[in-house]
């Protein structure tokens, strides 16, 4: 009796040249975004957050949150893997800042956005890192 694998065949995993996807463009970069590279300019919705990819604008159910330089960095950066949790040394190196700046920096921002009455907010997961994470209005 002969079986022939349904996963796993050479042509699943090494798709044909032409649908490969393209690389994404640096930082900076002036290339014109094509494929999969263009649906990285999509907004991000989350828990009622909302990320404008394009001009890194950041609204909270349709309306425009304003936090300072630092903090407005760590959102975005959580919200560029919202669902995910973030290591520490991985959400410093994408903020620029050592992991201890990176805590004042996560502290200050659940404050902004606490004082602004946004639920969402960045959730520490003991041991491994930060996520954002819908939490209960207090009233």
């Not at 009796?1 to 970069?29: H, Q, Y």
């Not at 907004?43 to 009622?48: D, M, T, Y």
Request: charged share 20%; with cysteine; hydrophobic share 35%.
């Amino acid at each position: 009796m002969d079986v022939t694998p349904t996963l796993g065949t050479p042509d699943l995993f090494n798709p044909a040249p032409d649908t490969a996807i393209p690389d994404l463009p640096r930082s900076g970069s002036s290339a014109p975004m094509t494929g999969a590279a263009q649906h990285t300019r999509q907004p991000v919705h989350f828990a009622g957050l909302t990320l404008h990819a394009g001009t890194g604008r950041i609204e909270w159910r349709g309306r425009p949150v304003k936090l300072p330089r630092e903090e407005h960095r760590v959102l975005v950066t959580l919200l560029q893997h919202a669902g995910q949790i973030l290591d520490f040394s991985r959400l410093a190196a994408a903020c620029g800042a050592s992991t201890d700046v990176i805590e004042k920096r996560v502290r200050a921002l659940k404050v902004s956005l606490r004082d602004e009455g946004i639920t969402c907010q960045p959730c520490r997961v003991e041991g491994i890192g930060y996520t954002l994470w819908r939490m209960p209005i207090r009233r």
